[in-house]
Protein backbone atom coordinates (compact mmCIF):
# COMPACT_ATOMS: atom_id res chain seq x y z
CA UNK A 1 0.00 0.00 0.00
CA UNK A 2 0.99 3.65 -0.84
CA UNK A 3 -0.55 6.46 0.76
CA UNK A 4 -0.30 9.94 -1.32
CA UNK A 5 -0.67 13.55 0.06
CA UNK A 6 -0.73 16.67 -2.19
CA UNK A 7 -1.08 20.26 -1.03
CA UNK A 8 -0.13 23.49 -2.55
CA UNK A 9 -2.85 24.23 -4.65
CA UNK A 10 -4.61 27.29 -5.10
CA UNK A 11 -5.84 30.31 -6.41
CA UNK A 12 -3.73 32.22 -8.32
CA UNK A 13 -3.46 34.88 -11.23
CA UNK A 14 -2.22 34.17 -14.70
CA UNK A 15 1.52 34.20 -15.62
CA UNK A 16 1.82 33.37 -11.69
CA UNK A 17 3.72 30.14 -10.37
CA UNK A 18 2.81 27.49 -8.02
CA UNK A 19 4.70 24.18 -6.49
CA UNK A 20 2.83 21.27 -5.63
CA UNK A 21 3.81 19.02 -3.44
CA UNK A 22 2.87 15.31 -2.55
CA UNK A 23 4.15 13.51 0.31
CA UNK A 24 4.26 9.01 0.14
CA UNK A 25 4.36 7.26 2.56
CA UNK A 26 3.58 3.19 3.00
CA UNK A 27 6.22 1.50 0.69
CA UNK A 28 9.79 2.48 -0.56
CA UNK A 29 9.84 5.71 -2.34
CA UNK A 30 13.11 5.21 -4.17
CA UNK A 31 11.54 2.23 -5.97
CA UNK A 32 8.96 3.43 -8.09
CA UNK A 33 8.07 6.15 -10.72
CA UNK A 34 5.72 8.94 -9.96
CA UNK A 35 3.33 10.97 -11.94
CA UNK A 36 1.08 14.30 -12.15
CA UNK A 37 -1.93 13.91 -13.80
CA UNK A 38 -4.87 16.61 -13.99
CA UNK A 39 -8.37 16.65 -14.16
CA UNK A 40 -10.37 19.84 -15.76
CA UNK A 41 -14.38 20.31 -15.25
CA UNK A 42 -15.98 18.75 -17.65
CA UNK A 43 -12.77 16.55 -18.91
CA UNK A 44 -10.81 13.38 -18.54
CA UNK A 45 -7.84 12.96 -16.16
CA UNK A 46 -4.76 13.74 -18.21
CA UNK A 47 -1.27 13.16 -17.72
CA UNK A 48 0.87 16.45 -17.15
CA UNK A 49 4.70 15.19 -15.74
CA UNK A 50 6.02 11.75 -14.63
CA UNK A 51 9.24 11.07 -13.25
CA UNK A 52 11.76 7.92 -12.34
CA UNK A 53 12.07 6.34 -9.43
CA UNK A 54 16.35 7.77 -9.34
CA UNK A 55 14.92 11.40 -10.54
CA UNK A 56 16.66 10.45 -13.97
CA UNK A 57 14.13 10.57 -16.50
CA UNK A 58 11.57 12.44 -16.99
CA UNK A 59 8.26 12.79 -19.47
CA UNK A 60 5.81 15.72 -19.89
CA UNK A 61 2.73 16.78 -21.63
CA UNK A 62 3.25 19.31 -24.56
CA UNK A 63 0.62 21.11 -23.10
CA UNK A 64 3.49 22.19 -19.83
CA UNK A 65 6.48 21.44 -21.51
CA UNK A 66 8.52 24.34 -21.06
CA UNK A 67 6.46 25.92 -17.94
CA UNK A 68 6.19 22.79 -15.82
CA UNK A 69 8.97 21.09 -13.39
CA UNK A 70 8.64 17.92 -11.92
CA UNK A 71 11.05 16.34 -9.11
CA UNK A 72 11.49 14.16 -6.15
CA UNK A 73 13.56 13.96 -2.75
CA UNK A 74 13.41 10.36 -2.08
CA UNK A 75 15.29 11.52 1.33
CA UNK A 76 11.73 13.44 2.03
CA UNK A 77 9.77 11.10 0.45
CA UNK A 78 7.97 14.05 -1.48
CA UNK A 79 7.32 14.17 -5.24
CA UNK A 80 7.12 18.53 -6.71
CA UNK A 81 5.55 19.96 -9.45
CA UNK A 82 6.30 23.47 -10.06
CA UNK A 83 4.20 24.88 -12.27
CA UNK A 84 5.28 28.49 -13.89
CA UNK A 85 3.28 30.92 -16.20
CA UNK A 86 0.33 29.38 -15.48
CA UNK A 87 -2.80 29.66 -17.98
CA UNK A 88 -6.83 30.03 -17.34
CA UNK A 89 -6.40 26.11 -19.26
CA UNK A 90 -3.72 25.14 -16.33
CA UNK A 91 -7.55 25.04 -14.07
CA UNK A 92 -7.92 21.66 -12.81
CA UNK A 93 -7.57 18.87 -9.85
CA UNK A 94 -3.63 18.21 -9.41
CA UNK A 95 -3.28 14.46 -8.49
CA UNK A 96 -0.32 12.55 -8.02
CA UNK A 97 -0.04 8.75 -8.83
CA UNK A 98 2.55 6.05 -8.35
CA UNK A 99 3.58 2.90 -10.41
CA UNK A 100 5.20 0.56 -8.71
CA UNK A 101 5.16 -2.14 -11.47
CA UNK A 102 7.79 -0.42 -14.01
CA UNK A 103 10.96 -0.99 -14.69
CA UNK A 104 11.47 1.12 -17.80
CA UNK A 105 14.07 4.11 -18.75
CA UNK A 106 11.03 6.82 -18.93
CA UNK A 107 8.11 7.20 -16.67
CA UNK A 108 4.51 5.79 -18.24
CA UNK A 109 2.24 8.24 -19.00
CA UNK A 110 -0.74 6.30 -19.16
CA UNK A 111 -3.67 6.49 -16.41
CA UNK A 112 -4.56 2.98 -16.07
CA UNK A 113 -0.87 2.26 -15.84
CA UNK A 114 -0.55 3.62 -12.13
CA UNK A 115 -1.35 1.79 -9.31
CA UNK A 116 -2.04 4.66 -6.25
CA UNK A 117 -3.81 7.95 -6.43
CA UNK A 118 -3.91 10.73 -3.75
CA UNK A 119 -7.02 12.81 -3.56
CA UNK A 120 -6.04 15.81 -5.58
CA UNK A 121 -4.81 19.63 -5.22
CA UNK A 122 -7.39 22.09 -6.42
CA UNK A 123 -5.43 24.76 -8.69
CA UNK A 124 -7.60 27.61 -9.89
CA UNK A 125 -6.34 29.96 -12.68
CA UNK A 126 -7.71 33.48 -13.20
CA UNK A 127 -7.46 35.60 -16.63
Known amino acids: QVQLVESGGGLVRAGDSLRLSCAASGRTFSRYDMGWFRQAPGKAREFVAGISWSGGSTSYADSVNGRCTISRDNAQNTVYLLMNSLKAEDTAVYYC????????????????????WGQGTQVTVSS
Open 97 to 116: AADLNYSGTYPRVAEYEYDY
